[in-house]
């Protein structure tokens, strides 16, 4: 037992590093956070038969019996392109993006079994280059979001369990783009433009229930309700003056002139700013059926209501009239313009989705698996109204895996200490053209991403 201790404490500290690895990411939608769930397609909801059940169905912990963990890490690139009409320029966002996961679980009394982890369900990545003419809604953007769910699974009957867990939720995003700025009084030749960044954070809390019964040796059916968690987000709005403004001169009510940029800084006050978002319900309902010990399928139907999410906007918490004191009455009554960016947003709106999932797992030896998957993701968003903050598109996904299972011993002795696992996969993804019709920028978007990862837990 000492010599178990001995070996799992390290390997505790080395699987969460690894998953607290730092994250940026490319997919509003969630995903599969676990290593064996992605390369079925995502398809787990009725098989949820190794820990990372906690966060696809808490209810297949009920089933696992001693000390589990596993760690997971994954990485990929979107590949993300936007190609102008009538054969324009193409401009590409495609970041690296990283990942991860982690959880555990212990059977503490027979039949009855708690767990805690922690996963990335919903976020995105998106990095324009600096000629990207769409900078006015959004140059760069950003969502994540981490969610810690203690759980626990009893069960009721044999071969039906129930799990419920509690989803702390935290989230911070960021949103740069470009504002405008002329004057009534006094136009220039051109609009001055402003930088605009936005960085906000906050929490919220959600639960999570499942239900799974086997219903057969060779059927099992299982299913998941995740409530929606409400996130209120703060944080600060600052403003970018470029220097090519410095040279540009105006009048002034109290002194002769004043320079351009001279007057932009007194316009444009950075802002304690509040936004609400709203992590959607999610409910999934899967079939697996396995027909030998060597073959299984499993085939899930997904609801995601996007359509909860709220709009991508910011509010100053400044009332309007106080948004730039500096800029007095007499400045707004001598120019022809007042502070008017107290509220921003990009006019991205979501709809509901669903989800097909399905994989197929193939036992050619004992303790080995090879494992494929496909899944069919439509958008969350009208192909119209395809937004620059995060172009969501229609996309299928295909998938492969590898898995192995065995018995490790302590060294130099025959002393069992328990067993591990090890998961790869590959995802690769492909989208049709969407075009966006939002006024100024109708480019057809594009995206080809793939993923990699690789799971490691234990068993004692």
Sequence with gaps: MEKSKSLLLPFLSLTLAVSSFPLTAADYEPYDPGSRAPALGGA???????VTALFANPAGLAFLKGLRFKTNFFGGKPALSAVQPAG?????????????SFAASWQFLDKITAGVGFYIPYHFSTIWPSTWPGDRISSKASLNSIVIRPAVAVE??????LGVGLDLVRAKASWNHILTFNMEKYPLPQDATVGSQYQVSGSGTGFTAGILWKAHPMVRCGAKYQHRAGVDLSGKNVFLIGWDDDYVILPDPAQRQRRLRDLLLVFY??????????????????VAFIPSARWSFELDLQWNGWSEMGVWEFKSLNPEDRLSPAFTPELQEFYGIKPDYGRQGAGLVLKDSWRVKAGLEVAPAAGFAVRAGFARHPSPAAEADLNP????????VVSLGFGYEGAFFSM??????????FDVFFQYGFSKKGVSAVPGIEFAYQDKPWNVGVGVGAIF
């Design 389 to 396: 903050v995060h172009p969501c598109l229609d996309r299928d």
């Design 44 to 50: 787990f909801v009725a098989r949820a038969d190794d």
């Design 269 to 286: 006050s950075g802002q304690p700013v509040a936004s609400r978002w709203t992590f959607p319900r999610e409910i999934v309902c899967g």
């Design 88 to 100: 324009g320029s193409t401009f590409r966002s495609d970041p690296l993006h990283f990942s991860g």
């Design 412 to 421: 130099g002795s025959d002393n069992k200490l328990g067993e591990i696992s």
């Design 156 to 161: 009721l009957m044999d071969g039906l369990a």
